[in-house]
T-cell receptor
Framework: AQSVSQHNHHVILSEAASLELGCNYS??????LFWYVQYPGQHLQLLLK??????LVKGIKGFEAEFIKSKFSFNLRKPSVQWSDTAEYFC???????????FGGGTRLMVKP | DGGITQSPKYLFRKEGQNVTLSCEQN?????MYWYRQDPGQGLRLIYY???????QKGDIAEGYSVSREKKESFPLTVTSAQKNPTAFYLC???????????FGSGTRLTVV
């Protein structure tokens, strides 16, 4: 079975700092990759996704992620964070075995104004 | 607008009681899922259903039960056998994997 690891459980940044959240998965076949965001008190929303084509994917609110197949990674990046980016971020992986996604443990990001 | 509705938003239960959490979707999605979210533990899969009248156990199914009698509805019952039921419960659905999940707003269950 596949697994997903998010290495940073808590990240604290100041506004305008650059962000990179790590995500690694274990699965040897074709994968579909997702990042979800959960703002305080809100439900999970899709930030971006990759399933084929350009490995550099751009999502909402200035976020992007790069799929590096050789490293089994799908790291999330943002050049300059804002206070409003304070949230919990989840990486998820799907395979051709079905519709279900496997989620990482999440990373709590706090951006200090 | 289409979406997933979870109710109630907050639920309190006495120890030893069963309680049922509602999840309804009007997205015409075949697959539905229940996750439990605890601080620092991410999302853990309880049960899932790929089609009406069929469902499968996830990683932490003990103490929970589900039914899928209608495509739109996937209720979760937290039974008295669940040792630590206080948590945030999320329902999700999708039509196909590449579209990702649509999530409900969750139900926070507290056992008192």
């Amino acid at each position: 079975a596949q697994s997903v690891s998010q290495h940073n459980h808590h990240v604290i940044l100041s506004e305008a700092a650059s962000l990179e959240l790590g995500c690694n998965y274990s699965y040897g076949g074709t994968v579909n990759l997702f990042w979800y965001v959960q703002y305080p008190g809100q439900h999970l929303q899709l930030l971006l996704k990759y399933f084929s084509g350009d490995p550099l994917v751009k999502g909402i609110k200035g976020f992007e992620a790069e799929f590096i197949k050789s490293k089994f990674s799908f790291n999330l990046r943002k050049p300059s964070v804002q206070w409003s980016d304070t949230a919990e971020y989840f990486c998820a992986v799907g395979t051709n075995a079905g519709n279900m996604l496997t989620f990482g443990g999440g990373t709590r990001l706090m951006v200090k104004p | 607008d289409g979406g997933i509705t979870q109710s109630p938003k907050y639920l309190f239960r006495k120890e030893g009681q069963n309680v049922t959490l509602s999840c309804e979707q009007n997205l015409n999605h075949d697959a539905m899922y229940w996750y439990r979210q605890d601080p620092g533990q991410g999302l853990r899969l309880i049960y899932y259903s790929q089609i009406v009248n069929d469902f499968q156990k996830g990683d932490i199914a003990e103490g929970y039960s589900v039914s899928r009698e209608k495509k739109e509805s996937f209720p979760l019952t937290v039974t008295s056998a669940q040792k630590n039921p206080t948590a945030f419960y999320l329902c999700a659905s999708n039509a196909r994997q590449t579209a990702g999940y649509t999530f409900g707003s969750g139900t926070r269950l507290t056992v008192v």
